[in-house]
């Protein structure tokens, strides 16, 4: 049964600390994109990548979060400081795209992350 | 650009009833729309999807979701609700920009009475 993993599932960390969080796509999907959900804001698009390039990261704060793609099964993502406003849970969804057709987009569980 | 509404944020139905939950988009081409549920604590899971070809869809645990280009909607329908389908759920329409990158709705958290 393929499935999206993420880890760790929980993060509690202090204001300032780097926090990374990790993705394996489900082998052979080319499409990885990472979410943030609040209860504010619900489900917002941070990253996004195809065949490990990235698409679009505009939805990120770009002077402390970063994305990659270090190989086809791993996906990272960092935030660094971390501060309190950036407690959320985190997805990361997979899925498979060429050009005008794609499939749906497979979750993973998420990282709740708390920040103190 | 695109959109997705969602107009009730809370529904609240008894156990046994039919339920139907409401999507409306905003896209300009032939739509790829989805439906996911989360439950709480948990990732999202897809229900159903639409590509193309019978505007009725079939999904997992006897959801079904109907197509309506005229009406630019696509409501999530159950003949019965059970205590477990108590979730958050989400309309989601394909970016027009073929990425594959979804525009999500607000989502509409899904009480179940006894």
């Known amino acids: 049964d393929a499935r999206v993993t993420q880890t760790p599932r929980h993060k509690v960390t202090e204001m300032g600390q780097e926090v990374t969080m990790r993705c394996q796509p489900i082998?052979?999907?080319?499409?990885v994109f990472w979410y943030r959900q609040t209860m504010m804001q619900g489900l917002e698009l941070l990253a996004y990548?195809?065949?490990?390039?990235?698409?679009?990261d505009s939805g990120m704060p770009k002077d402390r979060f970063s994305a990659e793609m270090p190989d086809a099964t791993l996906a990272t993502l960092k935030i660094q400081p971390s501060e309190p406003r950036d407690s959320a849970v985190y997805f990361c969804?997979?899925?498979?795209?060429?050009?005008?057709?794609?499939?749906?987009?497979?979750f993973g569980p998420g990282t709740r992350l708390t920040v103190l | 650009a695109q959109s997705v509404t969602q107009p009730d944020i809370h529904i609240t139905v008894s156990e046994g009833a039919s339920l139907e939950l409401r999507c409306n988009y905003s896209y300009g081409a032939t739509p790829y729309l989805f439906w996911y549920v989360q439950s709480p604590g948990q990732g999202l899971q897809l229900l159903l999807k639409?590509?193309?070809?019978?505007?009725l869809v079939q999904g997992i645990k006897g959801f079904e979701a109907e197509f309506k280009r005229s009406q630019s909607s696509f409501n999530l329908r159950k003949p019965s609700v059970h205590w477990s389908d108590a979730a958050e759920y989400f309309c989601?329409?394909?970016?027009?920009?073929?990425?594959?990158?979804?525009?999500f709705g607000q989502g509409t958290t899904l009480q179940v009475k006894p």
């Open positions: 990548f195809r065949n490990r390039a990235p698409l679009d």
């Open positions: 639409y590509f193309s070809g019978d505007t």
């Open positions: 989601a329409v394909v970016d027009s920009g073929n990425t594959g990158k979804l525009i």
């Open positions: 969804a997979s899925g498979s795209t060429v050009v005008n057709a794609f499939t749906e987009q497979f």
């Open positions: 082998l052979g999907h080319n499409t």
